[in-house]
Nanobody, 125 residues
Framework: QVQLVESGGGLVQAGGSLRLSCAVS????????RGWFRQAPGKEREFVAA????????YYDDSVKGRFTISRDNAKNTVSLQMNRLKAEDTAVYYC??????????????????WGQGTQGTVPS
């Protein structure tokens, strides 16, 4: 089994930054792809970004491209999401997710096997 625990959410003004982290434990070899999703109130969970095992391949939703950066540290068993130039529409619960071997552009949440409990990120309008 794999356990994912997010941290780093909070409230930040528009234009500011937040850094989310996710600690991965258990069978980490099953987390070839690690990603972030988010879910705003009344909306479906949506893909944000993903990174492969080596970190050499990343993929972003168009809405965050150029503002967010995903990275992973396999030695520390973490995956992080640096969020810059935040907007009110970025307000959501952010979820860390992981899956086995695959492609970083697999954006559907049902392609992911493991999920964290979520952390809230709020950008007041």
């Amino acid at each position: 089994q794999v356990q994912l625990v997010e941290s780093g959410g909070g409230l930040v003004q528009a234009g500011g930054s937040l850094r989310l982290s996710c600690a991965v434990s258990g069978r980490t070899s099953s987390t070839y792809i690690r990603g972030w999703f988010r879910q705003a109130p009344g909306k479906e969970r949506e893909f944000v970004a993903a990174v492969n095992w080596s970190g050499g391949s990343t993929y972003y939703d168009d809405s965050v491209k150029g503002r967010f950066t995903i990275s992973r540290d396999n030695a520390k068993n973490t995956v992080s999401l640096q969020m810059n130039r935040l907007k009110a529409e970025d307000t959501a619960v952010y979820y860390c997710a992981a899956r086995g071997y695959g492609s970083t552009d697999s954006v559907y949440y049902n392609n992911y096997d493991y999920w964290g409990q979520g952390t809230q990120g709020t950008v007041p309008s």
